[in-house]
């Protein structure tokens, strides 16, 4: 028996979620079965949890798009018995059960060795949301973007991916400009690395189509207007990242700003990525996040208080990281 947070979706009680003992008959197909450690909630853990987006393909659903572990069977050539692996992303917590439980039965492909640099808590401080925070200075650097070019934004910055970034950014060197609705972390970004702190209120109405030019690039997590408006605002060839959509999934936008100023918006999509970019960001995340701001991001919480914490997650009430520790 092992214990897991199930989502389910019945006639007779509609959209539930709680936690529940499984057995293993309930494991789904796959050649890596892993004895979970620790998982994390998402913002997309979130959506699902609580039932505010249509995240969950099918029911029952375990959710957790994240896990740490240590391999318990495997038939896959890249893994044995004992090995520490990590999970992000590739539809698992949505169409395929997830991390959210002591055990889950995965595709081999999917997973990637824990990096000796962290302990499996740390890699779930990290997660998903700083794995895709990672994707996003990847992403910067690619397009040429150096600490030399200018201050790079960070919108929700307070949150997850937001907190993440603005840590590796600042040790690479970058002056970071953080974008927050909640003025009490002003001082807690300041610490992550950010040099200034700004009212997120300045980007999530309506703007004009050019606004004045201020960003060398810029990490976004809340989509819409805020998105719109920091385009609007970025310096000639500057480069946007785009990863989150906590505003809306909208783009009330124009062209102006990508063909009177040559401004690049690169997507970046953490579910799908390809396994030599995770191995690449993982490997990053080893040397360009400093572990000892991971306690600064995160707080830790038992499988049994997962589903509380989603709902307080969705409310806007949760700074950085939450890592879920599944076996208390």
């Given amino acids: 028996m092992y214990k897991a947070i199930v989502i389910n979706k019945t006639e007779a009680e509609g959209y539930t979620a709680h936690l529940m003992d499984l057995d293993d008959g309930d494991l789904p197909e796959g050649d890596v079965t892993v004895k979970v450690a620790y998982s994390t909630l998402n913002y997309k853990d979130g959506l699902a949890i609580t039932g505010k987006g249509p995240v969950v393909r099918k029911f029952p659903m375990v959710p957790g798009i994240d896990l740490a572990g240590t391999v318990m069977a495997s038939t896959h050539a890249d893994f044995k018995v004992g090995d520490a692996v990590v999970l ?17 039965r995965l595709k081999g492909d999917w997973l990637v060795p824990l990096p000796a640099a962290f302990k499996p808590e740390q890699a779930m401080a990290i997660g998903t949301a700083g794995y895709t925070a990672m994707l996003c200075v990847m992403a910067l650097e690619r397009h040429g973007v150096t600490p030399d070019k200018g201050e790079i934004l960070v919108t929700g910055a307070a949150g997850g991916v937001g907190s993440v970034a603005v840590a590796i950014l600042a040790k ?35 703007g004009r189509p050019l606004g004045k030019e201020r960003w060398a690039g810029a990490v976004d997590t809340v989509g819409s207007h805020t998105l719109a408006n920091v385009c609007a605002t970025t310096r000639y060839r500057g480069v946007v990242t785009c990863c989150g959509l906590a505003q809306g999934m909208d783009f009330p936008s124009t062209v102006a700003p990508f063909i009177l100023r040559g401004v690049t918006l690169a997507g970046i999509d953490s579910v799908m990525a390809p396994k030599a970019d995770r191995l690449e960001a993982w490997s990053r995340l080893a040397t360009d996040l400093d572990v000892r701001k991971l306690d600064l991001i995160t707080h830790q919480i038992g499988l049994s208080e997962a589903i509380d914490a989603a709902g307080e997650l969705m409310a806007g009430k949760i700074r950085g990281r939450v890592v879920v520790d599944v076996n208390r």
Avoid: C
Wanted: glycine share 20%.
């Fill in 88 to 104: 992000n992303g590739w539809g698992v917590g949505e169409g395929h059960p997830g991390g959210l439980a002591q055990k889950a």
């Fill in 172 to 206: 690479l060197g970058y002056t970071v400009v953080a974008s927050t609705g909640r003025p009490s972390e002003g001082e807690y970004l300041k610490t992550l690395g950010a040099a200034e702190i700004v009212d997120r209120a300045q980007f999530s109405e309506p």
